[in-house]
């Protein structure tokens, strides 16, 4: 076990699953003291399990990311539970998707709450606690490759919230520097959660990754480490950057993805 993060604690929120677990699994591993937050309490139990039989430090907190009460109560059980915050990375969002004039009003709504009003609220509840870590406290957004970039049919709502999730952090990191706090974002491409191997076979997605620069799709650890290296003391001077995870993605045309995955 590294203890590049010993006596630290970090609150993941959507660390029930996916990319959310690898992080937090990711800081646990590597010393720190880590507040689980997910949205059931099963599943969000089932990962801090998992890191105590490996010998690391957890605890969970629940929490509807699109409840208002509930974020202000997971930050304040999240702060309790050791005492203190200084590293909080948001990776729970709505990936909802539809074309524009077939989307429903309310799945929409849904989508701003998860994606634009959550990470407000998260910034709001959380900068007062992370501005009085010692070493500097962490803010990290988890947005997406396609933010800024392409505009896929079927998720144009999407991709648009991560664009306001990327400018949101920038100016965020204006007003946050002063107070003790590095504001940063990691944009990962086409990642290989079970949110995804849920809706495309292996065969599809080999298909997909073959015209990629690096021809794989990425792995949830491949956006923990990246977080680990923006939480850590090498990246000291480093506020208001998106870190592109995507193998490249981004720099070639995105082929081969099946109608269901785009609502077209």
């Known amino acids: 076990m590294r203890t590049r993060f010993e006596g630290r604690v970090a609150l993941v929120t959507g660390a029930g699953r996916g990319m959310g677990q690898a992080i937090a699994e990711a800081f646990a591993a590597e010393g720190a003291a880590v507040v689980v937050a997910a949205r059931t309490s099963a599943s969000g139990a089932a990962v801090v399990a998992g890191i105590r039989a490996r010998g690391g430090t957890a605890a969970a907190v629940g929490g509807d990311i699109t409840d208002r009460a509930a974020v202000k ?3 304040e059980s999240a702060s ?3 005492g203190r915050l200084d590293i909080v990375v948001h990776c729970a969002a709505d990936n909802g998707h539809g074309m524009v004039e077939q989307m429903a009003d309310e799945a929409y709504d849904y989508l701003v709450r998860s994606n ?4 407000f609220w998260i910034a709001k509840d959380t900068l007062p606690l992370l501005s009085g870590a010692p070493a500097r406290g ?9 933010a800024n970039r392409n505009y896929l049919p079927g ?3 999407y991709v648009s919230s991560k664009a306001y999730l990327n400018s949101f952090a920038r100016g965020l990191a204006v007003e946050a520097g002063p107070r003790n706090v590095l504001v940063n974002v990691v944009e990962p491409g086409l990642t290989a959660t079970g949110r995804l ?4 076979t292996e065969d599809q997605v080999a298909t997909i990754a073959a015209g990629f620069p690096v ?10 480490q990246a977080v680990l290296f923006l939480a850590s003391d090498d990246a000291s001077y480093i506020t208001g950057a998106s870190l592109l995870v995507d193998g490249g993605v981004s720099l070639v045309p995105l082929t081969g993805m099946p109608a ?4 077209s």
């Open 260 to 263: 269901s995955m785009t609502g």
């Open 215 to 224: 021809p794989r799709v990425g792995r949830p650890t491949d956006v923990a």
């Open 197 to 200: 191997m849920d809706r495309l």
């Open 116 to 119: 634009i009003q959550a990470p």
């Open 138 to 146: 962490r803010l990290i957004f988890i947005s997406s490759a396609t």
């Open 80 to 82: 309790q539970a050791y």
């Open 155 to 157: 998720l144009i709502p």
């Open 73 to 75: 109560t997971m930050v």
